[in-house]
């Protein structure tokens, strides 16, 4: 069986499919076998960013399906070297079964308090469903200054649960590049790919220990 990745989140719009397709991209590009199981059939974001990619007509990222069941989603990971499993855009009975399979839980939050709370709970959620703590790590996303970054990590931390490296900030250049089909480390701008890779490679180190 292949590594297993989710994306889990308990609200929309906080960069669950933007991390979860620039991993793909980075696993393919590796030489991984990669798919992307899209458990949001009612958005399917991942699947037409797929779409958009292929009609630009640049490298496709592994192989991107939509997914009604969990189960059906985490049975394919005996096929690939990399399963992602994009989440719904709320808490469910499938965000547990998709934890619980997974090698690694990743629960992307902005850094204002509407966004770490829910994602907070939703950690302690997981936890009572007896996911482990070391399973899961938290990745900021949408921030703006040092500061808040900074707040934020210590936030994650007095919950009790870790933080990746790096974060994704609040640049236009990322949104103008998930618009052409691209991923946030295939910007026009080297300075953001590089800042989008930091906090890409220390999801694999978690991923990979």
């Known amino acids: 069986m292949g590594k297993i990745v989710s994306f889990v989140s308990q609200k929309g719009g906080v960069g669950k499919s933007t991390l ?3 991993v793909a991209r980075e696993a393919a590009t590796n030489g991984w076998s990669v798919k992307i199981a899209d458990l949001d059939t009612q958005q399917g974001t991942v699947a037409e960013w797929h779409r958009l990619r292929l009609a630009n007509e640049l490298e496709p990222v592994g192989s991107v399906e939509v997914v009604a069941k969990a189960s059906t989603a985490i049975a394919m990971a005996d096929d690939y070297d990399l399963l992602v499993l994009d989440g719904g855009a709320r808490a469910s ?13 990743v629960l992307p939050t902005g850094a204002s308090r509407d966004d770490l709370i829910p994602a907070v709970r939703l950690a302690h959620e997981l936890r009572k ?4 703590a070391s399973k899961l790590a938290f990745a900021l996303v949408r921030v703006t200054t040092k500061t808040e970054i900074e707040e934020a990590r210590e936030f994650i931390l007095e919950a009790g649960y870790s933080v990746l490296d790096g974060c994704l900030f609040e640049k236009p250049g990322y949104r103008q590049a998930q618009n052409e089909g691209l991923t946030v480390t295939e910007t026009r701008f080297p300075s953001l790919n590089i800042k989008a890779d930091e906090l890409l490679q220390s999801l694999v180190n978690h991923l990979t220990d």
Do not use: G
């Open 20 to 22: 979860a397709r620039a």
């Open 129 to 132: 469903a007896k996911i482990p």
């Open 93 to 105: 009975e499938a965000t547990a079964l998709i934890a619980k399979h997974a090698d690694l839980v």
